[in-house]
């Protein structure tokens, strides 16, 4: 496996951000605005799956959402209310820009939640506009650093098409659905009495208590998206997937 240099170090970068723009201030909005109809892929996801809703304005960002939804460190999701102005010092003119989200997620119990300033971009569209953006997310960069744990991040569709997000279109339609409680308690106890199992093989262990497996994958995808089974998320779900008890973000 190659290792990809550096070819700038962090302090350059930062001296390289300060010297694209200056006087940069941030407000923010108390209401997200409504979805733009600038795609015809845009609406509302619940993020995270008990939170408010949430809006996306193209396909890769209902994807970004999709995986924030199932991902259980994540506390908060606001769709652009975060607004940064700053001037541009090559022009002097004084911009602005909206990026698409700001994320809160929990690292570890107890300590404070951190935030990603968050651009949701295909990397075809990146490549296209990387001259005319570059202030804007120099802007971002520039305010994320002068906040406390804050970190500014460009979402592409290289991330965007990973297993994660494959996992996570399977798992967010079941978790807001209804399931039989009664399965979900026998999954955990035999998931609890072995050190770890294979999807199909805990599959099997429910049919043999004579309920139909069209009910018992429902309850597993249930659980994988809600912590009370863990699973690699780096990996598709396959039959062949081993899950195991709990998760140490079990919500």
Known sequence: MSVRKQTMSPFAKRQKWASLVSDVVAEWLDLPPEPRAISAVR???????NGPLCAFESALERDFLTLCRTELRVQAVHSKQLVIHF??????SRRRYTPDFVVEVVTGEGSAPERFVVEVKASQDLWRTRRERRQAYAAAAVWSLSQPSTTFVIA???????AWVTNARLLSSHMEMPRDLVIEELILSIVRS???IKLSELVDEVARWGYHR?????????????GGLWFD????ITPSTWVSFGSPWRV
């Open 156 to 162: 592409s569709d290289k991330l965007l098409g990973s």
């Open 233 to 236: 998320r780096a990996i598709p």
């Open 194 to 196: 072995s050190a770890e």
């Open 87 to 92: 001037t541009d010092t090559a022009t002097g």
């Open 43 to 49: 609406g509302k996801l619940r993020v995270p799956f």
């Open 214 to 226: 069209h009910f018992i994958l429902p309850v597993i995808y249930f659980l994988l998206a809600r």
